[in-house]
Every structure is written in structure tokens, then in C-alpha cells.
């Protein structure tokens, strides 16, 4: 069974930046499409960017698209969420998910990943 394990959260300053990264176990991580998801206090979680199985495609959320970047190293079983210009209302608990079924995907949708990590924490201070 894939465990994923996010790291790289942490207390930041408006107009900062943080790069999350999510390590994957399992010889099979290449072959997943993976997103990053994120979940504020009283908020449910939301998408924010996915990545199909060869990193050659990728999909934002609007709140994000601009600012983020997702990107991956096969190599190395790591899918990576690089947040620049990071507002405060970006805090949250953020999460990486495993989509195994369909390695092109691009989804937005919760329920098309089947394996999640237990989230790293991101707080952006005003």
C-alpha cells in the first residue's frame, strides 16, 4: 500500500514563499496522477492543483493559478507544490493525494483520490 508524507509547512509572511514537498512509498508512484488539496478551520477541503502521471500536465484552481506551481521527480517518488506570493488567506492544512485508477487525470474532484497523506500545516501571518 502507497503511504504519501507532506512536508515543507511552516509560518510565513504575506508575499512569501514555501515549497511543500509529498514523498511517496511504493514502486508505482510513477504511474499515479497526484493533486494537492487544502482545508481552513469551518472550511471543507478544496483542490488546488493537480499533475498527471508524467508531470507533462498539470490544472489549477483559480485562487492559486499564477502563484503555485506543481511539479514532480518520478526519480525520486516526490511531487512537489511550490507556493510564491502566499496571502493569508492561503493558511490552512494542506494535503497530497494519490490517484491511482487513471494516471492522466486531472481532477479537482476529492473523491477520484484514493490515498491521501496526513497534511502539513501553512500559516501565512499578515
Known amino acids: 500500500q502507497v503511504q504519501l508524507v507532506e512536508s515543507g509547512g511552516g509560518l510565513v509572511q504575506a508575499g512569501g514563499s514555501l515549497r511543500l514537498s509529498c514523498a511517496a512509498s511504493?514502486?508505482?508512484?510513477?504511474?499515479?496522477?497526484m493533486g494537492w488539496f487544502r482545508q481552513a478551520p469551518g472550511k471543507e477541503r478544496e483542490f488546488i492543483a493537480a499533475?498527471?502521471?508524467?508531470?507533462?500536465?498539470?490544472y489549477y484552481a483559480d485562487s492559486v493559478k499564477g502563484r503555485f506551481s506543481i511539479s514532480r521527480d518520478n526519480a525520486k517518488n516526490t511531487v512537489y507544490l511550490q507556493m510564491n506570493s502566499l496571502k493569508p488567506e492561503d493558511t490552512a492544512v494542506y494535503y497530497c493525494?494519490?490517484?491511482?485508477?487513471?494516471?492522466?487525470?486531472?481532477?479537482?474532484?476529492?473523491?477520484?483520490?484514493?490515498?491521501w497523506g496526513q497534511g502539513t500545516q501553512v500559516t501565512v501571518s499578515s
Open positions: 493525494a494519490a490517484d491511482q485508477r487513471r494516471s492522466w487525470a486531472l481532477s479537482r474532484d476529492i473523491a477520484e483520490y484514493d490515498i
Open positions: 511504493g514502486r508505482t508512484f510513477s504511474s499515479y496522477a
Open positions: 499533475i498527471n502521471w508524467s508531470g507533462g500536465n498539470t
